[in-house]
Every structure is written in C-alpha cells, then in structure tokens.
C-alpha cells in the first residue's frame, strides 16, 4: 500500500485554481515530484525539489511543502489540465520510491 | 531528446517469467547520476515502482516483489531489462521504463502492456 495519500479526485472551474495534495511522513525529511498522466499516456514530470518545472510545464503549475504535505497547485486551470496527478517521494525508509494514490482533476 | 522504448511479449500465462527490454536512444546512457527504472500500471490503478539500475550494475527493488525481480542493463546496447518470476493475473498493467535522479523520474517510455491470463 501507498505511504503517501491523495483525495481521490477533485474538479475546478475553468480558470480557477486548484490545490492538490500528498500527505506521509517521509515528506518531513524528502522532497517530492509530481507528475500528469492523461488517460492512455505516460506520466509526465510536472515539479520537483522545492518547486522547479521541466521545461516546457507552464508556469501556472507550482509546488510546495508543509511538515508531511505537499501541495501541487494549478493557477488558473485550463481544460487540458484534466488529468490525473500523482506524487512520489522515497519511503519512510528512504530505502524505496513511493507513489501517491493518485488525484484525478475534472475542469468544469 | 532523450526517448526510452519498452518492448516484450504482450501476453502470457499464469506463472511465467516476464521478461522485457527497454532501448534508451538520443541520450547518453551512462550518464552520472541518472538510474533507470521500471515502474508498472495495472488497469484503471496508481503506479507502482518496481526496482532501479544504476548503468554500473548497481540494483535495488521494491520489497514487495521479495526476490522475483531482477533488473539488469547492456551498455553495449543502452537497454535495460526487466524479468519479473512467477507472474499472476494480478500482474497485468502497463510496464513503464523511466529515468530518474533521486525521486525526479523526468523522462518515460511510452508503456508496454502485459497481459497475464490463461
């Protein structure tokens, strides 16, 4: 089972913003990426480290870490946003990688 | 650009061992302070990590797949291998290769589905 959980699924307005989440606790002590997956497609690197984007995610897209969460945020959601999202960090070991449990983001 | 292509056998029975390749192109292989990956996505579910490769040889794995899973790499080919023992139905999923550096898996392979059924 996951060591980091995320609300299954959350829907946002066309131009709103929205704020997903990972909660576990080995984010006290590891950063986390996060990644889009769109239905049939591989995940693609959205943010990492404290809040970097790959090139080419745009900058409505950030990150950022409180004590065991971390929280990727959408400023300004487009349609093409609808995905699903899903977080990864090491264990609470440190010894493996983990994955989130995954959001699915709906635009309205 | 860097592209990573999986390939293996699509489907197979109860209890056979998986075995399946990815080809690394456009991009050095052997490149410091990348790993190489195999992460896998049963249908409809999250992702999995199953192990990483360091292009000396160097491996670690999920211990959840206790000592099933072996992953390996030919430099001479820039690929890198997945063999996965005694799979089940419950294996089938979509099998990713990825690069990463720590948790920043920052470029994948398209997936290859694998389908387990008798």
């Known amino acids: 089972s996951s060591e980091l959980t995320q609300d299954p699924a959350v829907s946002v307005a066309l131009g709103q913003t929205v704020r997903l989440t990972c909660q576990g606790d080995?984010?006290?002590?590891?950063?986390a990426s996060w990644y889009q997956q769109k239905p049939g497609r591989a995940p693609v690197l959205v943010i990492y480290g404290k809040n970097n984007r790959p090139s080419g995610i745009p900058d409505r897209f950030s990150g950022s870490t409180s004590g065991d969460t971390t929280s990727l945020t959408i400023t300004g959601a487009q349609a093409e946003d609808e995905a699903d999202y899903y977080c990864?960090?090491?264990?609470?070991?440190?010894?493996?990688?983990?994955f989130g449990t995954g959001t699915k983001v709906t635009v309205l | 650009q860097l592209r990573l292509l999986e390939s293996g056998p699509g489907l197979m029975k109860p209890s056979e061992t998986l075995s399946l390749t990815c080809t690394v192109s456009?991009?050095?292989?052997?490149?410091?302070?990348?790993?190489w990956a195999w992460i896998r996505q049963a249908p409809g579910k999250g992702l999995e990590w199953l192990g990483s490769c360091y292009y000396s040889g160097n491996t670690y794995y999920n211990p959840s797949l206790k000592s099933r899973v072996t992953i390996s790499v030919d430099t001479s080919k820039n690929q890198i291998s997945l063999n996965l023992k005694s799979v089940t139905a419950a294996e089938t999923a979509v099998y990713y290769c990825?690069?990463?550096?720590?948790?920043?898996?920052?470029?994948w392979g398209q997936g290859t589905l694998v389908t387990v059924s008798s």
């Open positions: 080995s984010l006290r002590s590891n950063y």
């Open positions: 456009g991009g050095s292989f052997s490149e410091t302070h990348y790993y």
């Open positions: 990825a690069r990463h550096e720590g948790v920043v898996f920052d470029f």
């Open positions: 990864n960090s090491r264990d609470s070991t440190g010894d493996i990688f983990v």
